[in-house]
């Protein structure tokens, strides 16, 4: 299960990834905002990031205008790794390297053709296991 939200600049791109998830037959929760009108990301960001922690839902997309403060938001939350991602790279790195649960993008920045393949990227990669990256996520969480 997947947990998505978004503020109002996130809106018509989280509409996009939804119905993306939906085609590939994956499951979501949608924890808001359910409109365009102006509103406060930092509740969709501790709700999904919450999701993902209390283990209700496996990883988070988060989408504010451009990302950033619906990510700063979400790693606030001991346990969350989230990645703000604006390539196909990174959301591959971040997840082999960093085992990223939860992925932020801009509504503003990213186009839906480009958010749709960071998506697949972020869901569809695993995390490498690598000693080194297991010790470096462990000197994060402590």
């Known amino acids: 299960m997947i947990a998505i939200g978004c503020d109002h600049g996130g809106f018509l791109l989280k509409q996009e990834i939804m119905k993306h998830l939906t085609e590939r037959g994956l499951e979501y929760k949608d924890f808001g905002t359910y409109d365009e009108k102006s509103t406060d990301y930092p509740i969709y960001g501790k709700a999904v990031a919450n999701a993902v922690v209390s283990g209700e839902c496996d990883k988070g997309i988060l989408i504010c205008g451009t990302g950033i403060g619906i990510s700063i938001t979400a790693n606030k939350i001991k346990g969350i790794r989230c990645a703000l991602c ?3 790279f990174s ?3 971040t997840r082999l ?10 509504g503003r920045v990213v186009g839906p053709g480009l958010a749709l393949k960071i998506v697949d990227t972020f869901l569809d990669t695993p995390f490498s296991n690598d000693e080194r990256h297991i010790r470096r996520i462990n000197l994060i969480e402590d």
């Open 86 to 88: 604006t390539d196909c």
């Open 91 to 93: 959301a591959e790195a």
């Open 97 to 106: 390297h960093n085992d990223a649960n939860v992925l932020a993008l801009g």
